[in-house]
């Protein structure tokens, strides 16, 4: 049955590379295959040549210049994730699709290996409508060999890849509709998406709330009520969908996957093959779903490392994870909205407008909301404006550990930072109860003893 590993991983992205990692740095035997690129989707298709394609975009680059500049950083990257760094660590890099032909074996062409544990990281690729099949399109998987600019283009999803694309290619000249459904980055609080919206629009963004439905003869899209957009391209970012059906996972006995991804318990064993493990975006973990984060990613590598080395529980957590949107002002968002904390829940808002170091900087757009517990606990919070990423950090660790809100309060802070913003919600809030008139009381009589 060929060569016997303690792990075996399917596919290099930021979920498998970080299992190899972990585990052949702990001493374990590994074998990592990869069809594709090291690196996966985020390295090469996904966020670094989106977030490069956004700085390039702002400092007013050609479309040409743009191009070698996304090629820059991958090309910087990649050493980090390369076969050769990971052979160098002891793995066995096989480069080559595999396929299941048992619970624990897999075939990669004429190579058969097996593993004490299999973790199936193969990633998800961008959903496309079908009315578009044998059409015309770019995906965030092949825009940035796109030959030239595009006049007129038309982004067909209004998730984080379809808004922050639009600031990019607007930046650089380009008409952009983008045809977004109901709602602009849905999953996100309404108030924080509302800024990023008027800045797009101020750029000359336009956004069509209805659904597209076909394409249109000589090229664009046709709404669903009947209009019809004209546009030179069409970019799809409609979200990501998973399709392991060259995995034959039938043979490993698992049957529970579908578009979503590979159905899991919350420990991220798959259903059927409880020594085989899901990764990254190909994961479907009971009670929580599908968490397409480079950074969920590396989490889950976490997971599942913690059980197949030390034999110690491990388990992804229910919160909604930290995740940014890079647009002009940023959004980032962790845990819980006010509409998901339930009952007792209340936000406490501080907008960048009464905090001194955006008002020096003349840049004062956005602001700060902590949602809190009943019990006084930050379970959530939100940022739009400059620096929301740099600055979400602290209220994922808030979040993380259920943090009361008085130890955010009484936190020291450098002046002037756009941080305080955040302390100043939670001083404010516990100023309510620290001056009504029972701690008043309290003060008037105690300043009289001797």
Known sequence: MGRRFDVVVVGAGAAGLSVAYGAARLGLSVALVERGE???ECLNAGCVPSKTFLAAARRGLA???????????????APVDSQARYEGLGVTVLRGAAKFIGPSALAVGETSIAG????????????????LAGGVYYTSETVWD????????????????????AEAFASLGSAVTVVAGPKILPREDAELVAPVVAALRAKGVVFEFLKAVDLAPGGGLVLEDGRTLAGDAILVAAGRVVDISDLNPAAAGIFAWGPAGLRTDRRL?????????AAGDVADPDAVGPQRFTHVAGSHAGVILRQICFRLPGRVSEMPPVRTVLTAPELAQVG???????????????????????????????????????????????????GAGEMIGMYALAVARRMK???????????????????????AFLGEKLFAPGPRLVARLMSRLP
């Not at 030959?147 to 999803?157: D, N, Q, T, Y």
């Not at 209340?346 to 840049?363: S, W, Y």
């Open 116 to 131: 004490r544990y299999v973790v199936v990281a193969a990633g998800s690729r961008p959903k496309v409508p079908d009315f």
């Open 38 to 40: 090291m690196g996966g």
């Open 63 to 77: 479309w040409a210049e743009v191009r070698r500049e996304i090629r820059r950083a991958v090309d910087t990257i």
């Open 146 to 165: 796109a030959p030239a600019r595009p006049e007129k283009l038309l982004i067909l999803g209004g998730g984080p890849m379809g808004v922050e694309m």
């Open 405 to 427: 809100l008085s130890a955010l309060a009484g936190l020291v802070l450098p002046y002037p930072i756009r941080g305080e913003a955040g302390k100043r919600a939670a001083g």
């Open 336 to 386: 819980c909205t006010l509409d998901q904390a339930g009952p007792g829940a209340r936000a406490l808002v501080q907008h960048f407008a009464e905090n001194d170091r955006a008002i020096c900087e003349g840049d004062t757009a956005g602001l700060i909301k902590l949602v809190v517990d009943r019990r006084g606990r930050i379970v959530g919070a939100g940022i739009v404006g400059t």
């Open 269 to 277: 064993r798959v259903a059927g093959a409880k020594k085989n493990f």
